[in-house]
């Protein structure tokens, strides 16, 4: 009867912790699936959100086109008018002998009118094949000192202010650096290669300095087939809410630049 009642309490006992066993399984398949579960919803929050930027991005990047082929229009359209005007006024001059040179220039001032320039155009004062060197930079991000590819220095007038910009480029990052405040709200800002599609600035590191690292791959790809780099960007304050500044840099010597950029990259790896 002893031995019965042993093995009686043996199988309960072993009935028990077969339970417990299952109990437990059970909470720990629950709590992997609470564990990925959290990890998918993180991974569809980030999804969504670099989708948003993206679409932001690109919302930009049309903008700026649409509003360099208006300034294109304008200005084109603002050239062929001072030309008529010319014609017209030389035309005056041959036909009325009566019409005295002061007649003439005032007539020729009414048919032209003032020029409303939207763009602010600045071109590095150097020749074309050393707009771009290899220099030791300090990196705007901490200091330290970075092999980069800088453009000459452009000057830039906002009003009765002078200001100088400049390209860097390093390996990883290209910074647009200037020695007076950006308007970061301003949409209609960033790179444009020849007549390309622009390429907006990612952000800006402070108000001296904007930054392109996420799209960095791809602006250097338009860089590396394209013969003139345009830059536009706007200064707080302003002139005017309706200007925006550009530069031109041409691209004659950045292939050899940034083969002299690859191999300082190299040497300071050793």
């Not at 417990?20 to 609470?34: F, G, Q, W, Y």
Request: glycine letters at 4%.
């Amino acid at each position: 009867m002893k031995h019965s009642i042993s093995i009686y309490t043996a199988q309960i006992k072993l009935l028990s912790l077969c339970v417990l066993i299952s109990l437990t399984a059970c909470a720990d398949k629950s709590a992997i699936r609470d564990k990925e579960r959290a990890r998918y919803d993180a991974l569809e929050e980030e999804l969504i959100n670099a989708q948003e930027v993206e679409e932001r991005r690109r919302r930009s990047e049309l903008r700026v086109a649409q509003k360099l082929r208006q300034l294109d229009t304008e200005n084109s359209a603002a050239a062929l008018k001072r030309m008529q005007a010319r014609r017209q006024a030389e035309t005056v001059n041959d036909s009325d002998s009566t019409v005295g040179n002061s007649d003439a220039n005032q007539f020729a001032t009414a048919a032209t009118g003032p020029v409303v320039t939207q763009i602010v155009v600045g071109q590095p004062s150097t020749d074309r094949a050393h707009i771009w060197m290899l220099q030791d930079y300090a990196n705007p991000v901490d200091g330290s000192m970075l092999c980069a590819v800088v453009s000459a220095p452009v000057t830039v007038k906002n009003g009765t202010l002078e200001t100088r910009v400049s390209v860097v480029i390093s390996s990883d990052t290209v910074f647009l650096r200037t020695d007076a405040t950006f308007d970061t709200s301003v949409p209609e800002i960033g790179y444009r290669i020849d007549a390309g599609i622009p390429i907006a600035f990612d952000h800006f590191l402070n108000e001296l300095t904007a930054v392109v690292d996420d799209g960095y791959e791809r602006l250097l790809s338009a860089i590396s087939s394209g013969d003139t780099l345009r830059v536009a960007f706007a200064y707080l304050p302003q002139l005017s809410s309706a200007e925006t500044h550009v530069i031109e840099l041409s691209l004659d010597s950045m292939e050899q630049a940034m083969s002299e950029l690859a191999q300082c990259d190299a040497d300071a790896s050793r």
